[in-house]
């Protein structure tokens, strides 16, 4: 009997302000099957920025993201992964970084919490999305 998998997303639309630190008081949090456990696999995350502001180093270029199950971020499901930022089109103040993964997550509450910090200067966390296979 053929297993049946789906591709599900979640994401998270409030808006989050970041430095080129982590800080344990700022992270976005996504429950990926509400009021339940989830076994799945991870397989993107898409993380929209805006108001990107510069530092002395100018704006920022790259995003450092981390997922974890618990809301101090010390236990990681996925661990700290660089991607560029690409700038947007019309504007340079706002951009997007992806991330592929390929992680087998079993949740018990199905939350994670996804910790942002730029290279440089500041920016939004304007949305966080999940993709998962279940």
């Known amino acids: 009997m053929?297993?049946?998998?789906?591709?599900?997303?979640?994401?998270?639309?409030?808006?989050?302000?970041?430095?080129d630190g982590y800080?344990?008081?700022?992270?976005?949090?996504?429950?990926?099957?509400?009021?339940?456990?989830?076994?799945?696999?991870?397989?993107?995350?898409?993380?929209?920025?805006?108001?990107?502001?510069?530092?002395?180093?100018?704006?920022?270029?790259?995003?450092?993201?981390r997922i974890t199950r618990d809301i101090t971020g010390n236990s990681c499901i996925i661990t700290d992964t660089i991607s560029s930022i690409a700038a947007g089109i019309s504007t340079s103040t706002s951009g997007t970084s992806d991330y592929r993964a390929d992680v087998d997550v079993a949740l018990v509450p199905a939350v994670v919490y996804v910790f942002c910090k730029t290279n440089t200067g500041?920016?939004?966390v304007d949305s966080v999305t999940i993709t998962y296979e279940q």
């Open 2 to 19: 053929p297993i049946q998998r789906s591709f599900r997303t979640v994401s998270n639309y409030t808006d989050v302000n970041i430095l």
């Open 23 to 65: 800080d344990v008081s700022k992270y976005t949090v996504l429950d990926l099957n509400p009021n339940a456990s989830l076994i799945a696999r991870i397989s993107g995350i898409t993380v929209q920025l805006k108001s990107l502001t510069s530092s002395g180093s100018g704006l920022p270029t790259a995003l450092t993201m």
């Open 122 to 124: 500041t920016a939004i």
